[in-house]
């Protein structure tokens, strides 16, 4: 009897268990497809969307470079303005084309009678009657070439400004201040051509009173100078400070006066320079060409002939030179103490460089305008004279740019 009852449970248990096995066979498929569908959804959701890359904000430190040498670029364009500039005051060429036309004139005279109806304007004027009333028709050739590369670059200059920065404007490159600063560089531009014009225009005027060579006004020759001096100044020292990252320095009492010290040299440099304008109206390096006296004396006689007195600053060729030797002189003076208190001062490796390169290029200036006095003013000799200006100013700047302080 209890072997009948084991083999009745052994024979339920089987069938119970083969019932398990049917439904877990059953369900088993089941379970594999919500297995399937759960890893498929949990790669979606760990894989997502596919990534977009950030987008870079502008202006960025990238921006800034690109926009600090666009202006370094336009500086030197203006750098070569000046330099033309000087060329065609030195060879009496500024005053060969009569007339200002925007686009026009960007095309010279093509055949032969075109040449001779340009002569023939030039021959209205006085240049041609006082001065070069022997003249030639190739001889005006080179004097209009002249003029006419000078007025083309100054347009060259003024495309590299204005079509850039329409560029960089609308990707965005600038910043709110920046904006501001580049409309009036651009702005500065084409008022500087005009007052080029302006100036052109006195050198062509009738002066029945007198009998001198004609030329241009000191006064507007001055201003033309200047302006680009500022122009270029702006340009440069903006693309310095875009360019070159502020150095860390601790603030002290000798930073801060080398700091003043130095701006202080680098007006001297600029008022330097602009004096140079009136020696070039005046044709003022013709009349003592000697060093270091004039003539034999410290102080010429002739130095306070014009009445009232102030006038002798500003019309006197004698005053006029005295005044740039001083200033060439001072320059020279404020920048050698310069070198020398920076010496004594523990600065980063690029300010030394710049001062040190400054005092040399002092040494150079002077070197060239005294050679270029003693020996008469020499067209090659007067127009690296001065480039030199151009290069001791370029000097300042940068030694200015590397003693800034840093952007809070």
């Known amino acids: 009897m209890l072997l009948s009852k084991l083999r009745t449970t052994i024979f339920c248990g089987c069938r119970y268990a083969g019932k398990g096995f049917q439904q877990n066979s059953h369900q088993r498929p089941q379970l594999r497809q919500w297995l399937v569908r759960r ?17 870079v ?24 303005a000046v ?52 003249m030639n028709l190739p001889e005006f050739k080179f ?11 100054g347009r060259l200059v003024g495309l590299a400004y204005i079509l ?22 651009c702005g500065f531009v084409f008022f500087q051509g005009l007052l080029g014009w302006y100036m052109v225009k006195s050198g062509l005027e009738e002066k029945s009173e007198s009998h001198d060579v004609p030329r241009v006004s000191q006064y507007r020759l001055c201003a033309h100078l200047g302006s680009a001096l500022v122009l270029y100044c702006a340009s440069l020292w903006t693309g310095f400070t875009l360019m070159l990252p502020a150095n860390k320095m601790a603030d002290s009492k000798r930073l801060m006066q080398l700091r003043r010290f130095a701006k202080g040299t680098g007006g001297l440099v600029f008022l330097t320079a602009l004096s140079g304008a009136f020696v070039a109206g005046l044709d003022a390096g013709l009349v003592y060409n000697s060093f270091p006296k004039m003539a034999d004396k410290w102080i010429p006689d002739d130095i306070l002939a014009f009445s009232p007195a102030l006038k002798n600053i500003f019309e006197n060729p004698t005053t006029v030179q005295f005044d740039h030797r001083i200033l060439g002189i001072g ?46 003013v020499p067209t090659p000799l007067a127009a690296t004279h001065q480039s030199g200006s151009v290069a001791l100013l370029t000097f300042a700047i940068w030694v200015l740019a590397e003693l800034r302080k840093m952007p809070k």
């Open 143 to 153: 004097i209009f070439y002249m003029e006419w590369g000078h007025r083309m670059w």
């Open 164 to 185: 850039p920065a329409a560029y960089f404007w609308k990707k965005g490159y600038f910043t709110r201040s920046m904006k501001g600063k580049v409309l009036g560089l």
């Open 39 to 55: 890893n498929r959804s949990s790669i979606t959701v760990e894989a997502g969307p596919p990534s977009t890359p950030a987008a």
């Open 331 to 376: 320059s020279l003076t404020a920048i050698t103490g310069l070198y020398l208190f920076s010496r004594r001062m523990m600065l980063p490796r690029r300010a030394k460089i710049a001062i040190g390169l400054l005092a040399a290029m002092a040494y150079t200036q002077v070197a060239l305008g005294i050679s270029t006095l003693l020996l008469y």
């Open 57 to 80: 904000s502008v202006p960025n430190a990238a921006t800034n470079r690109t926009v600090g040498r666009w202006l370094l670029g336009c500086s030197g364009l203006v750098v070569g």
């Open 83 to 134: 330099v033309l500039g000087g060329v065609t005051r030195l060879t009496e060429s500024g005053l060969s084309m009569v007339d200002w036309h925007l686009v026009r004139e960007m095309k010279p005279p093509q055949s032969e009678a075109e040449w001779e109806a340009e002569f023939s304007k030039y021959k209205q004027f006085p240049e041609f009657k006082i001065l070069n009333h022997e």
